[in-house]
């Protein structure tokens, strides 16, 4: 099983741009979906961003389109979120994952899951 190591959070200000990064251990990262979530305080997680194991087709969520871009090298087994333009409700923990089953936006389609990394955004 995949094992994910989320970095590059932090305290950033609205309008900053910022680049988190998951390193995977342990599995068949090359060949595994990946997607970034986040979560705020008081909310439920939220898919935020995805990408297939070739590195095509990524798919973002409504609220960062635009603002952020998805990448990956599977030679390092590194996925990457590259965000601009942040803005105060980018706010959150935000958690990299492996998709198992089910739909690319939905939690429970994810079977491993790093510690999270936060993001704070301030004006």
């Known amino acids: 099983q995949v094992q994910l190591v989320e970095s590059g959070g932090g305290s950033v200000q609205v309008g900053d741009s910022t680049t988190l990064t998951c390193v995977a251990s342990?599995?068949?990262?090359?060949?595994?979906?990946m997607a970034w979530f986040r979560q705020a305080p008081g909310k439920e997680r939220e898919f935020v961003a995805y990408?297939?194991?070739?590195?095509?087709?990524?798919a973002y969520a409504d609220s960062v389109k635009g603002r952020c871009s998805i990448s990956r090298d599977n030679a390092k087994n590194t996925l990457y979120l590259q965000m601009s333009d942040l803005r105060l409700d980018d706010t959150a923990v935000y958690y990299c994952?492996?998709?198992?089953?089910?739909?690319?936006?939905?939690?429970?389609?994810?079977?491993?899951w790093g510690q999270g990394t936060q993001v704070t955004v301030s004006s």
């Open positions: 990408i297939n194991w070739h590195g095509s087709f990524p």
């Open positions: 994952a492996v998709r198992g089953i089910g739909l690319y936006y939905a939690p429970s389609a994810y079977n491993s």
């Open positions: 342990a599995g068949p990262f090359s060949q595994s979906n």
